[in-house]
């Protein structure tokens, strides 16, 4: 994918509630295992929210949880490492509705179950014996972050990888879905 780095403050007001925030692996090693196991470049995902002239980034992070964070903060500490790709919703308020979602979700533990899970799918042998869940209303345990962003999207009534449970979904297959796939804009980056 050819990458448009653009600055954070010149684009922020393009962003809307419900885009797709999903960040490549930086330097450390599970970033870059949640990657590869995801055959993709990605290792983790968020959801954008507008509060106002801001942008906030909902997510669920491994040893914290479900945290509401500005964005900008996050595209100083990580520059060039945010890909911001706009999703197909049904309608303008669905995202917004995605975004309430992930909203009431923040201060819950983070899913480490369903992250293992994703990684154990990916193991020759233990992938014959796991079967891949499908359903999504079969979602019973926290999730991951990439599990959250399809939940939230789900629950606004739209599911961002069909035949695939929110559980189960993977940053890449976010970005393959033909639900946000088609819908990249551009990678952030601090021009200051």
Not at 16 to 41: F, H, I, M, Q
Not at 119 to 140: E, S, W
Request: neutral net charge.
């Amino acid at each position: 994918m050819k990458r448009r780095y653009r600055d954070y403050r010149s684009v922020k007001h393009l962003i809307r509630d419900g885009d797709l925030l999903n960040w490549r692996a930086d330097p450390n090693a599970l970033s870059r295992v949640t990657a590869k196991t995801s055959r993709g470049e990605h290792s983790h995902s968020s959801l954008a929210a507008r509060r106002g002239l801001e942008v906030i980034c909902l997510e669920t992070i491994a040893g914290i949880g479900c945290r509401a964070v500005d964005l900008e903060n996050l595209v100083w500490q990580y520059p060039g490492q945010c890909d911001v790709f706009r999703g197909n919703y049904h309608s303008l308020a669905a995202g917004s509705t995605a975004v309430e979602y992930c909203w009431r979700q923040t201060g819950l533990p983070y899913g480490r179950g369903s992250w293992w899970r994703c990684l154990l799918r990916r193991i020759p042998i233990i992938r014959v014996l796991m079967k891949t869940p499908t359903d999504d209303q079969a979602n019973g345990s926290l999730p991951d972050c990439s599990g959250l962003v399809a939940r939230a999207v789900w629950a606004a009534g739209d599911d961002p990888v069909p035949n695939l449970s929110d559980d189960a979904t993977e940053p890449a297959d976010l970005v393959r879905s033909e639900f946000f796939g088609g819908g990249y804009l551009f990678t952030l980056i601090c021009d200051d």
